[in-house]
T-cell receptor
Framework: DVKVTQSSRYLVKRTGEKVFLECVQDMDHENMFWYRQDPGLGLRLIYFSYDVKMKEKGDIPEGYSVSREKKERFSLILESASTNQTSMYLC??????????????FGPGTRLTVT | GNSVTQMEGPVTLSEEAFLTINCTYTATGYPSLFWYVQYPGEGLQLLLKATKADDKGSNKGFEATYRKETTSFHLEKGSVQVSDSAVYFCALTLNTNAGKSTFGDGTTLTVKP
């Protein structure tokens, strides 16, 4: 079974703090994704990585950065947390497209509260 | 651009009722289509998928058929259970889009005993 793990299920941080959310997958997937999920707004893509050290902005990258130094690990960084970044953060991974098996595998999510 | 439109929720059904959640899509090319389910407090998990026209995906009593002519991928189940209460997301992926998916907004299903 593919497993995607996220470092924390719940996190509370203060405004202005630098926040690191870690995601690890164990299936050698090329693609990794960070989403945020908010009521009424569905899933929104923050950043996407298709290979080690490669990244691409998603729909809402402002206020976030990412790091992918190893294939299995994809980190989301909030440079200076703000209250409007309070949300559920979901990490996912997938094989590269064209394999016929490019569904995404999601972690359990990190519920981040910024006070 | 690509888009996925899902039937608005929330949907409330009695146990053993028939379920349909509509999903239509717009895509430049030939997408793979997916239904994901999210149970309370968890991440999304794949429910079923179809990779080409007329394919039927099925899992746990749920089914959806890839209809290219109507650009649809409606989710159905003949008899829902309380344990099916969750949020359901329709999604598409295109090979030309590097594996990024476009998701619908999600439909919340509540099944009452």
């Amino acid at each position: 079974d593919v497993k995607v793990t996220q470092s924390s299920r719940y996190l509370v941080k203060r405004t202005g703090e630098k926040v690191f959310l870690e995601c690890v997958q164990d299936m050698d997937h090329e693609n990794m994704f960070w989403y945020r999920q908010d009521p009424g707004l569905g899933l929104r893509l923050i950043y996407f990585s298709y290979d080690v050290k490669m990244k691409e902005k998603g729909d809402i990258p402002e206020g976030y950065s990412v790091s992918r130094e190893k294939k299995e690990r994809f980190s989301l960084i909030l440079e200076s947390a703000s209250t409007n970044q309070t949300s559920m953060y979901l990490c996912a991974s997938s094989l590269y497209p064209g394999t016929g098996n490019d569904e995404q595998y999601f972690g359990p999510g990190t519920r981040l509260t910024v006070t | 651009g690509n888009s996925v439109t899902q039937m608005e929720g929330p949907v409330t059904l009695s146990e053993e009722a028939f379920l349909t959640i509509n999903c239509t899509y717009t895509a430049t090319g030939y997408p793979s289509l997916f239904w994901y389910v999210q149970y309370p407090g968890e991440g999304l998990q794949l429910l079923l998928k179809a990779t080409k026209a007329d394919d039927k995906g099925s899992n746990k009593g749920f089914e959806a058929t890839y209809r290219k002519e109507t650009t649809s991928f409606h989710l159905e189940k003949g008899s829902v259970q309380v344990s099916d209460s969750a949020v359901y997301f329709c999604a598409l992926t295109l090979n030309t889009n590097a594996g990024k998916s476009t998701f619908g907004d999600g439909t919340t299903l509540t099944v009452k005993p």
